[in-house]
């Protein structure tokens, strides 16, 4: 079945370490984002990227960093400079054009 | 600045009935239109959508209106289930493949 992969569903990090969370689809999407969900809002968009090797700040970047060495692969790590960092986090791909992007079940991420 | 608004952050009807869920944006640049719905610890599924150049999108029990002098767009469910309460997002998309959500609507249908 074609979808897209999050994991792990529920991470936790000490104060002052990077963290990165994993993020795949087999579903030949060329474009990918990450979104940062915190109750009450909206998604907001961290990062995207229309194709490998290429990728753009969001909203909220800052704090934030990504790679895309492949097409099917965009982790996102939440580093230590990311102040607030506690929330889900959901990632999204899609094929372009008038369609729909599809997200994967997301990460919860907690600061101990 | 939020560019896409859902200013009603829940919505209860009774089963049976019209659910209507409202969505107004900013950006004149937006040139596709999505519904989404949420569970709790999980992503969005996609629900609906409209291309800018159309008013009305029909698929099932759901429709979607655009209604671009307003800048405003809509969802109908009718009728209304219980296994329709969730959350509901709209979505707008800027040529580049940039989406814009907004901050949801929390529908809950009362058997």
Redesign the interface.
Known sequence: DGG?T?SPKYLFRKEGQNVTLSCEQNLNHD?M?W?RQDP??????IY?S?IVNDFQK?DIAEGYSVSREKKESFPLTVTSAQKNPTA?Y?C?S?I?G?Q???????T?LSIL | D?Q?K?NS?SLSVQEGRISILNCDYTNSMF??F?W?KKYP??????LI?I?SIKDKNEDGRFTVFLNKSAKHLSLHIVPSQPGDSAVY?C?A?LT?????????TSLTVIP
């Open positions: 897209i999050q474009a984002y979104y009450g809002q909206g998604l907001r968009l995207y229309q969001g889900f959901l999204a899609s372009g008038h729909p992007q599809h997200f994967g079940d997301g919860r | 939020q896409v859902q952050p040139d596709y999505l989404y610890a999980e992503g969005p599924t996609f959508s291309s997002f979505a998309r580049g493949n940039q989406f814009y959500f907004g901050t949801g």
